[in-house]
């Protein structure tokens, strides 16, 4: 059974530019979740999508956005982008919202702001 | 608001040695708990889960972590290191005001294994 995948698997922009993320659950699953990982920061969530519906999002500014498309792969686009924005990016998906509870992990996309 | 404390953001130890690494939590319901792994350059791979089953939960590559109510800890052990075991770890607590979905990652441990 495949992981969960991400594309592309790194990612340089200058500051100002859009960045577009995508991640492909593991089959069968309907919940993504977008963390992100920057240094000294820990994981910080992003955004959680189910059923193609954004269920709940972290504390991160509007220019921080996505989708899940009805396959339930997702999308996650940052506009304007800052130098802080520089980070790992990672996507994991679970089963069934509230059900299983554990999260799957992709490898991430690292996202360049230069 | 739920919240993970991790001891320790280093940690080393002797191949062969006692590994443990200390989560402690914060939340006013019961929680489940989860420890992932990252190695270099790669995603999180989840170690254990604690969901108000047994209070001792044993995982993949030789580790377990007890959760104790009374500390609110849920620190992670593995009996005898193996210089594979170096990586970053990871503790989680989920919010059950959003149906146990959405995870906090405690800061992270990095462990390193001394030959």
């Not at chain 1, 982008?81 to 991430?108: K, N």
């Amino acid at each position: 059974e495949a992981g969960v995948t991400q594309s592309p698997t790194h990612l340089i922009k200058t500051r100002g530019q859009q960045a577009t993320l995508r991640c492909s659950p593991i089959s069968g699953h309907t919940s993504v979740y977008w963390y992100q990982q920057a240094l000294g920061l820990g994981l910080q969530f992003l955004l959680w999508y189910d059923e193609g519906e954004e269920r709940n999002r972290g504390n991160f500014p509007p220019r921080f956005s996505g989708r899940q498309f009805p396959n339930y792969s997702s999308e996650l686009n940052v506009n304007a982008l800052e130098l802080e924005d520089s980070a790992l990016y990672l996507c994991a998906s679970s089963l069934i919202a509230g059900v299983t509870y554990e999260q799957y992990f992709g490898p991430g996309t690292r996202l360049t702001v230069t | 608001a739920q919240s993970v404390t991790q001891l320790g953001s280093h940690v080393s130890v002797s191949e062969g040695a006692l590994v443990l690494l200390r989560c402690n939590y914060s939340s006013s319901v019961p929680p489940y708990l989860f420890w992932y792994v990252q190695y270099p350059n790669q995603g999180l791979q989840l170690l254990l889960k604690y969901t108000s089953a047994a209070t001792l939960v044993k995982g993949i590559n030789g580790f377990e972590a007890e959760f104790k109510k009374s500390e609110t800890s849920f620190h992670l052990t593995k009996p005898s290191a193996h210089m594979s075991d170096a990586a970053e770890y990871f503790c989680a607590v989920s919010d059950p005001n959003f149906g146990n979905e959405k995870l906090t990652f405690g800061t992270g441990t990095r462990l390193t294994i001394i030959p």
